[in-house]
């Protein structure tokens, strides 16, 4: 019997994981530059909490949550994405009000039972900022350009930024109804989803992939053209300060994203470098959830990416910035006393702050110098009975090989110059 990894996860190697930390590090430190901060919240939920949030009638709460019931029946929920997570967490907490501005940021594993392909897993993970409290336009266009920051900083150029805007309470219904109008005399040809959506969930239609389906939703009526007076200010000032912030952007009148809660802005980052899944970043306001999470009115926005998909084009494009673990030395040893030295000058360099590995187990100098080889150690120090009769060994640098006579207890110093 031979175990594998559930379809659509992957494991994440030690030979790939530098890529992931230096991902990771980045983005934790370009959100603490826009003074975000960390929140954790559980991997799983109350079903509820994604089920009204996302919207029925989405791809996501029709098909693609991993719910299960717990052993006292009750409907828990493998978190789809972060933002209700954090509303719930936030409420819960007192974090968020609308007299505060509240800014968090999240790292972590998401799950959505998704056909798998590259760039689309069912266990993923994203890194997201929630902002609530503030409805200024200028918070859109900010962090937008935190996007922007973000891969510049990780390396990552030739992005397109799509935004839109999807209206409000007031006037999303009237565009609701622009699209049940315009699709009434279509749907006969279209697909059994789209069938369904027009009469559960009538924007979704926009979300069909259906190649047929596409052709009618080309000429659909768009949310700009349907947007009330408040909205349509709001996006005119998003884009002014786009472009006061040198954001390059384009307007995209099909983006309404495949979740239910958002109003006003709504937007997306892709790759050229990636294939079918090009998305690496996903946001957009909600300025309703919060209220009908239970808490006061409060507005909010936020974005996710696909650590994933930023991964691969890092790989892709051989980003410097990220560099595999190396280990600083290899102690080399033979002989029982010579192996007793090097673990207690290794005790002494790891606590001085060096990363330190040697023997186990009394092998041959040749398969221990093939050790250190393999783990790329900058610097081998070769301990054998002469040595330790005269308190000094050789320390031999492997990039160049010249080799330096340091005393046991001159080590730490000299390496730590070195580093
Ligand atoms: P989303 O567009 O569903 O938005 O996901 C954000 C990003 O996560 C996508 O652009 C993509 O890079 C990545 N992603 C999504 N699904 C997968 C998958 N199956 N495999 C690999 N990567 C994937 C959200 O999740 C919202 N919560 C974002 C947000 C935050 N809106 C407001 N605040």
């Not at 594998?4 to 996860?9: L, S």
């Amino acid at each position: 019997m031979k175990y594998t990894a559930p379809r659509g996860t992957k494991d994440i190697l030690p030979e790939e994981v530098h890529l992931w930390q230096f991902v990771e590090n980045t983005c934790r430190e370009v959100f603490a530059f826009y003074n975000y901060k960390e929140i954790r919240t559980p991997i799983f939920e109350s079903t509820d909490i994604f089920s009204r949030s996302i919207g029925v009638g989405t791809d996501i709460v029709n098909k693609e949550m991993y719910t299960f019931l717990d052993r006292k029946g009750r409907s828990l929920t493998l978190r789809p994405e972060e933002t209700a997570a954090v509303v719930r967490a936030g409420l819960e907490n007192n974090l968020i009000s609308p007299e505060v501005i509240t800014k968090l940021y999240y790292l972590g594993p998401m799950f959505r039972y998704e056909r798998p392909q590259a760039g689309r897993q069912r266990q993923f993970h994203q890194a997201g900022v929630e902002v609530f409290g503030v409805d200024d336009p200028l918070v859109d266009a900010e962090i937008i350009e935190m996007n922007l920051v973000l891969f510049e900083k990780i390396g990552i150029k030739g992005l397109e930024i799509n935004i839109n805007s999807v209206g409000c309470k007031a006037c999303k219904p009237n565009y609701s109804e622009a699209i049940v109008n315009y699709f009434s005399d279509k749907i006969k040809d279209m697909c059994v989803d789209c069938k369904e959506r027009l009469v559960v969930n009538p924007m979704r239609i926009l979300d069909c992939k259906d190649a047929h389906c596409q052709k009618h939703i080309e000429h659909a009526p768009t949310s700009v053209d349907h947007l009330c007076g408040e909205c349509k200010i709001h996006f005119d000032l998003v884009q002014d300060w786009l472009k006061r912030l040198n954001v390059k952007y384009s307007i995209n009148n099909r983006l309404v994203r495949g979740l239910d809660y958002y109003t006003r802005t709504v937007f997306e980052v892709v790759s050229k470098q990636l294939g079918a899944q090009n998305a690496i970043c996903g946001g957009g306001r909600y300025n309703n959830l919060v209220e009908e999470f239970g808490g006061k009115p409060t507005p909010a926005i936020g974005f996710a990416v696909g650590l994933e998909r930023i991964i691969d084009i890092v790989h892709k494009l051989q980003v410097i910035g990220c560099k595999p673990q190396a280990v600083s030395l290899f102690i080399a040893t033979l002989g029982h006393e010579a192996q007793k030295k090097g673990v207690e000058l290794a005790s002494q360099l790891r606590r001085a702050g060096l990363s330190v590995d040697l023997d186990y187990q009394g092998k041959a100098l040749k398969s221990q110098m093939k050790a250190a080889d393999r783990m790329k150690a900058k610097y081998v120090y070769i301990i054998g009975d002469d040595e330790i009769a005269k308190g000094s060994a050789m320390l031999k640098n492997m990039s160049n090989g010249q080799q330096q006579a340091i005393k046991f207890e001159d080590l730490s110093k000299t390496l730590c110059e070195k580093y």
